[in-house]
């Protein structure tokens, strides 16, 4: 995921967490999901776009926060460990609270690797009512890779087991003691100069712990198997605007970026709305965006009840 920095230089150790991620999290379901209301559709399709949340709004209370207390202990006991790099591991790096928003802000769209999941209806899915919308997997891979884009998103799969959360913050603790002692092996000019090495490389630290930390949450959310379009925000760029509606901040994603059309491939229909009437509403919808190809299907959950007409009519300035 690149990060939208401009000037921010080096990043080293953002890019080789971002490469790391990309080789443990393995290949991706050929299709991931995006449960939400049905009257969010016509705009989805109009704007070839995603809102993506704000990680503090999110429904996990602790996001970021169960990743950050696992770096921080990670550090804490490298600094009871360390002979050598003793100050290293000042209380600036071991206490900082990572997920700051002073720094960057994480926006998140979510995605499921489950098809016609009965949790994913419920909790994301208008309660049976709405729809799934299928991506293409390997497009938003490519977008992910592409450098540069006019708006730089991440795509990746979500962690949720601790042992593996650990080994991986391991990993990147590892590699920046060895990126600080490449560093301070430099001459120095003067004090100041050490001293600004210092920010400089704990500053790298926190870049690519923010980049990090939304790839990690706690195990009781498992079961959503779920992949992150996600998008770290720079407020000083005028090209991507973040907005609040009620009490939640978006942005909104351009999925469009490489193609000129979103990598959009089938809709299913919820449980509580899947019938002819159904279809036929949401045939005539992707005909006028010229969307004919995208796959139709309906949930195969077995609600008791008759399936209703899809509601396709949004209130205004809501998502």
């Not at 704000?54 to 600094?79: C, K």
């Not at 003793?86 to 994480?106: A, K, Q």
């Not at 449980?271 to 195969?300: C, G, Y």
């Amino acid at each position: 995921m690149s990060s939208g920095i401009a000037g921010a230089e080096p990043l080293r150790l953002f890019f080789e967490a971002e490469q790391r991620w990309r080789k443990w999290q393995g290949t991706p379901p050929q299709s991931v999901y995006h449960y939400t209301r049905a009257a969010s559709l016509p705009k989805i399709l109009e704007s070839k776009r995603l809102w993506a949340t704000s990680t503090s709004d999110l429904n996990d209370a602790r996001e970021l926060e169960h990743a950050s207390d696992l770096l921080r202990d990670v550090l804490r006991d490298r600094a009871k460990r360390s002979r050598t790099n003793g100050d290293l591991y000042r209380p600036t790096v071991t206490n900082f609270r990572y997920p700051r928003s002073d720094l960057l802000t994480t926006f998140v769209a979510s995605l499921s690797g489950a098809e016609d999941d009965l949790s994913q209806w419920s909790m994301y899915g208008d309660a049976f009512a709405g729809v799934a919308l299928g991506f293409d997997s390997s497009v938003l891979i490519a977008l992910d890779a592409r450098e540069p884009t006019r708006q730089p998103v991440g795509f990746f799969r979500v962690l949720y087991h601790e042992k593996e959360q650990r080994q991986f913050f391991e990993w990147l603790v590892d590699r920046w003691e060895a990126l600080v002692s490449e560093k301070w092996q430099l001459p120095d000019r003067s004090a100041m100069d050490a001293k600004m090495r210092k920010v400089e490389l704990e500053s790298q630290l926190a870049i690519a712990a923010l980049s990090v930390l939304p790839r990690m949450k706690d195990r009781h959310f498992a079961s959503e198997n779920e992949w992150r379009i996600a998008h770290l925000h720079n407020r000083h760029r005028s090209d991507c605007d973040a907005f609040s509606i009620g009490d939640r901040t978006h942005v909104a994603l351009d999925l469009a970026q490489i193609a000129g059309a979103m990598p959009l491939v089938s809709i299913w229909l919820g449980p509580a709305v899947a019938n002819d009437e159904s279809e036929d509403l949401l045939k005539r919808l992707l005909m006028q965006h010229d969307r004919q190809n995208v796959d139709i299907r309906r949930s195969e959950i077995p609600l008791r009840g008759e399936p209703k007409r899809l509601i396709l009519n949004e209130p205004p300035n809501s998502r």
